[in-house]
């Protein structure tokens, strides 16, 4: 059964950014994809940083139901205290949980994060076969997944233990597949390390994929600095423009591919509308 959303809006929040003016590319993109759907009524992004401002969201949409889903890689302060506080959905001495709130005559479905859906799996497996496929070996050889050692790299923070489990949660369903040699996951502040992935791959061949929603300072510059590659090459390319990883570099006796983030993934928009889907049956509180 296809569920009917003609009669809802959907918003799709992202952090934003203002010294990043890539930050809120892949909130836009998806939005214009989900646009071309014509699933929803009205479908509008809103961001923490820029504009269109979160504060304002709901000003912004006139349907009797609206689905807010963050675009945000796991759970967490942003997506438990911020976005539900700015759009008014908090009531005095309560923590957010992902609920169904009658405001205004309106039904405000407030979504999980897109990072923590299974289906961000497949936006893993994706980028990965994508890299090896668009950037084959000097051989012109593609090699298969079973050659390839697969990482997924992150930020990672003692502070807050959400922060790698979305990773951790989608490693472990690729190695439930048993498609590639092994499968890890790499954190810039916690372990393993992101300069730990030549000592855990079992095969020469490597694919790195970061999982940010945008790409900026920790994907173009700290993550390939992380990897291996000289700083001082790195940040020349990023200051001039070019791209900071070249596929596939030879580094510590083996090749290493290295994909852009998640959030231009084709495949976004499917997990965005598995969000949806799966509030539109919460109870209203």
Not at 166 to 185: F, K, M, S, T, Y
Request: aromatic share 8%; charged share 25%; proline share 8%.
């Amino acid at each position: 059964m296809i569920e009917e959303f003609s009669d809802a809006a959907l918003v799709l929040v992202g952090h934003g950014s203002t010294l990043n003016a890539e930050s809120s590319r892949p909130t836009h993109v998806q939005a214009d994809a989900l646009r071309r759907r014509g699933v929803f009524a009205q479908v509008v992004t809103a961001f923490w940083k820029e504009h269109p401002m979160l504060a304002g969201a709901l000003r912004q949409v006139f349907t009797p139901r609206i689905f807010v889903v963050p675009l945000f890689i796991s759970e967490g302060y942003f997506t438990e205290e911020v976005i539900p506080r700015e759009l008014g959905l908090l009531t005095p001495g309560t923590r957010s949980v992902h609920r169904v709130v009658n405001r205004l005559r309106r039904r405000i479905h407030y979504c999980g994060p897109v990072g923590t859906h299974p289906g961000m799996t497949r936006v893993i497996l994706s980028r990965a076969d994508e890299i090896l496929k668009r950037f084959p070996d000097e051989n012109r050889r593609v090699p298969a997944a079973r050659e390839v050692s697969l990482f997924v790299a992150g930020h990672g923070t003692g502070l807050n233990e959400n922060s790698r489990r979305a990773i951790e949660d989608h490693v472990e369903r690729i190695r439930g597949l048993q498609r590639h040699a092994c499968v890890h996951p790499l954190f810039m502040e916690e372990d393993p390390r992101i300069g730990d992935h030549a000592r855990l791959a079992t095969t020469p061949d490597r694919v790195v994929v970061p999982f940010f929603i945008s790409d900026g300072l920790h994907s173009y510059e700290d993550i390939p600095v992380m990897l291996g590659a000289p700083e001082a090459e790195v940040r020349e390319r990023f200051r001039t423009g070019q791209p900071t990883w070249v596929n596939p570099t030879p580094l510590q006796g083996g090749r290493v591919w290295y994909t852009p983030g998640i959030g231009l993934d084709p495949l976004i928009p499917d997990v965005i509308l598995e969000r949806v889907r799966e509030a539109a049956h919460w109870p209203a509180e």
